[in-house]
């Protein structure tokens, strides 16, 4: 019988975050999901974070995936800045805990793309290591010049008709990465992966 992620709450910067933790004791690894525009109604069960939350427990991954401040149960208001990342770096400290010594992966998509790439680069600064970084239709915008891990393996996903995020920005940001890295395009597909979810998976799955 499949295990199901079970609810639990975690102390954030701003009080409590409500989460969902998937922990199976044959999993080898760690994922932390980080979830959509919270401004824009994005929350923990928006169907691309369910998909890659379900593609990296089908991995053989221990997944936590959470709602930033002011998102359902979680405490606070949103900030729009740096305070979902600090949401997030209090969700992986909580995830490392809970299973030390396994490799911690980070996987956000749209705004959650910003959360999680942010969050790589201030792990790492903290002498933690980042096994590797997902980000779908990730808003580049918001990264500006922020320093960028350097020693995971990254991937950028982005759907070629993407109207939320202008996919020539996300590919003119993969363009002048001096680090390594890979561009995959999904061709007829807009942000939201509408009648792609299976195609997202089939490209996620490999990479974990």
């Known amino acids: 019988m499949l295990k199901r992620e079970e609810p639990v709450i975690l102390a954030g910067p701003c009080g409590q975050i409500e989460a969902l933790h998937y922990q199976d004791p044959e999993a080898t690894r760690l994922a932390l999901v980080c979830h959509p525009n919270p401004v824009k109604g994005g929350t923990m069960l928006n169907k ?15 997944t936590l995936r959470f709602n930033y401040r002011g998102v359902g149960e979680s405490a606070g208001v949103h900030d729009m800045a740096m305070g979902e990342v600090d949401d997030a770096e209090a969700a992986a400290l909580w995830l490392l805990e809970q299973q030390p010594g396994q490799p911690l992966s980070l996987l956000g998509f749209s705004y959650g793309g910003f959360v999680a790439t942010a969050l790589a680069a201030r792990l790492e600064a903290r002498g933690l290591t980042v096994e590797r970084l997902l980000a779908v239709a990730p808003a580049v915008s918001r990264l500006g010049d922020m320093p960028l891990a350097q020693h995971c393996s990254m991937t950028i996903i982005q759907p070629d008709h993407d109207e939320v995020i202008d996919p020539q920005s996300v590919y003119a940001f993969s363009a002048a990465l001096e680090r390594p890295h890979e561009l995959l395009k999904v061709a007829e597909c807009g942000h939201f992966f509408h009648g792609k979810l299976v195609e997202l998976k089939a490209l996620v799955a490999p990479r974990l």
Not at 48 to 62: F, I, K, P, W
């Open 48 to 62: 691309v974070v369910s998909t890659l939350q379900r593609t990296a427990r089908d991995a053989g991954y221990n």
